[in-house]
C-alpha cells in the first residue's frame, strides 16, 4: 500500500540527516505543553541515530506573523527533547543561512541539531526555492516525518525534497497506511463518524465517503445544517447559513447511507451549567440551541459501530468541553474502544476528546494531523508525500 521510500530504504551511516518533524507543539511560559507529536517521532530519530546518522531536526511552530517572534520559538522544544532523549541536543538559532551552516558543518553521527522555527521566514509558506536550496545544503538526505503538515507545499515539506534524495519516517508511513487504506482500500463495513461545527471544511470529505462508506453518521455541529436543510428551525443553534443548499444536495444524493441523530440535547444558553433537555428531532423552541446528540442517537450509532470492520471518526459529537454536552462524543468513543473494527481517529477535537474519555490506548490509530488527515479522507494527494522517492 505505501508506494513511497523509508528510512529502512536507505543508508544513512555517517550522513547528516534533515528531518522534518512535526514539533508544532503547545508551548506557554517557555514551558511544552502536550508532547504527542513529540512522543510520535521518537522511533524515527531513535533508528536513525541507531544507524550512525547525525540529525538536524527542522519544524514549524504557530503562526508568526512577521519575521522571528521570542514566543514562536523551538528553542524550548529543544530543551524538553534532550530531556526526553537523555542526551544533550544543540539549537541553532536560524534555520538557513550561516548560522544554521555552521552548526550543521560541526556534526558527527550521533549528534542532534534542532533548527529555529522554519516559519520565522516568510519564504517557507511561499516555497521559494532559493530558501529550498539553503536548507537542503545544510544535509545529505532529507527525511519527511510531519504527517500534519504533509498537505501543504512548503519549503521544509515539498521545496527541499527537490534538491536532497527524500524518503518518509515511521510516522508518515504510519499515517498513509491507515487513512490511505481506510480510504482505498477498507475492510467492509466501512463506518465513517463525522462531527464537529464547520461542515464547509468537510463537504469534500463527506462526497468523497459518500461513494465508500456503507454508513456515515453525522453530529456536532454539522448535523444542525442537515435538520435545518431537511427544514425543521433550530432556534440557536449554530448553523453555517451558507452551507445549508450543499446539505440538501449531499441528502438527496446520499440516501439510506446517511446517518443522522434521531435525538438531540438542547440548551438554553452556551454554557457548562445552561438549563438543558433531551428532545426527539423536531423543531428546536426558540431560545434553545442543540449542544449534543441524545442517548438513542449514541445506541443507534453504537450499533452500527459494532458491526464495522473499519471505522474513521472525525469532529466531536457535541460541546465535549461542558460535561453535561460530552455524553455523546464519549459514548461514540466508548463504541469505538469496544469495537474489533480498525478504529481511526483524526482531527484536533476528535483525538482531544478520546484523550479526555480516557479510551486513547483502545484506538488502533490516532492521527497526528488534522488538515492532513481531512484531505486523505477527501482523495486527495498530499504534496509532501509526492514529492518523495517512490520505492
Known amino acids: 500500500m505505501f508506494s513511497k521510500k523509508t528510512i529502512k530504504d536507505i543508508d544513512v551511516n555517517g550522513k547528516k540527516v534533515l528531518v522534518r518533524v512535526d514539533f508544532n507543539v503547545p508551548v506557554k511560559d517557555g514551558v511544552v505543553g502536550d508532547d504527542t507529536r513529540i512522543q510520535a517521532a521518537l522511533p524515527t530519530l531513535n533508528y536513525l541515530l541507531e544507524n550512525g546518522a547525525a540529525l538536524i531536526l527542522c519544524s514549524h511552530l504557530g503562526r508568526p506573523k512577521d519575521g522571528p517572534d521570542p514566543q514562536f520559538s523551538l528553542k524550548p522544544v529543544a530543551d524538553y527533547l534532550s530531556r526526553v532523549m ?6 541553532a538559532e536560524d534555520c538557513v543561512g550561516p548560522v ?3 552548526a550543521a558543518n560541526g556534526l558527527t553521527p550521533g549528534d542532534i541539531l534542532i533548527l529555529e522555527n522554519t516559519r520565522f521566514h516568510s519564504e517557507e509558506k511561499k516555497n521559494d526555492e532559493n530558501m529550498a536550496r539553503q536548507l537542503a545544503a545544510l544535509a545529505d538526505v532529507y527525511v519527511n516525518d510531519a504527517f500534519g503538515t ?3 507545499a512548503h519549503v521544509s515539506t515539498e521545496g527541499v525534497a527537490r534538491f536532497l534524495p527524500a524518503v518518509a519516517g515511521f510516522l508518515l508511513e504510519k499515517e498513509i497506511k491507515y487513512l490511505g487504506q481506510a480510504v482505498a482500500d477498507p475492510e467492509k463495513p466501512f463506518v465513517a463518524i463525522l462531527g464537529g461545527a464547520k461542515i464547509s471544511d468537510k463537504i469534500g470529505v463527506i462526497k468523497n465517503l459518500l461513494s465508500k462508506a456503507d454508513a456515515v453518521l453525522i453530529g456536532g455541529g454539522m448535523a444542525n445544517i442537515f435538520f435545518k436543510a431537511q427544514g425543521y428551525p433550530v432556534a440557536d443553534s449554530l448553523v453555517e447559513e451558507e452551507a445549508v443548499e450543499t ?3 449531499l441528502l438527496a444524493q446520499a440516501g439510506a447511507t446517511l446517518r443522522l441523530p434521531v435525538d438531540i440535547v438542547i440548551a438554553d444558553g452556551f454554557s457548562a451549567d445552561a438549563n438543558h433537555k433531551t428532545m426527539n428531532m423536531g423543531p428546536v423552541p426558540d431560545g434553545w440551541r442543540i449542544l449534543d446528540i441524545g442517548p438513542e442517537t ?8 459494532s458491526e464495522a470492520k473499519t471505522v474513521v471518526w472525525n469532529g466531536p459529537m457535541g460541546v465535549f468541553e461542558f ?3 460530552a455524553k455523546g462524543t464519549f459514548g461514540v468513543a466508548q463504541a469505538l474502544a469496544d469495537t474489533e473494527a480498525v478504529t481511526i481517529v483524526g482531527g484536533g477535537e476528535s483525538v ?3 484523550k479526555k474519555s480516557g479510551l486513547a490506548g483502545k484506538i488502533t490509530h490516532i492521527s497526528t494531523g488534522g488538515g492532513a488527515s481531512l484531505e486523505m479522507l477527501e482523495g486527495l494527494t498530499l504534496p509532501g508525500l ?5 520505492k
Open 86 to 91: 537523555g542526551k544533550p541536543v544543540a539549537f
Open 298 to 305: 449514541v445506541a443507534n450509532y453504537t450499533k452500527v459501530i
Open 247 to 249: 446539505a440538501k444536495a
Open 352 to 354: 482531544a476528546a478520546v
Open 100 to 102: 544554521a551552516e555552521k
Open 150 to 152: 504533509a498537505h501543504r
Open 386 to 390: 509526492a514529492a518523495l522517492q517512490d
Open 323 to 325: 460535561s453535561e454536552f
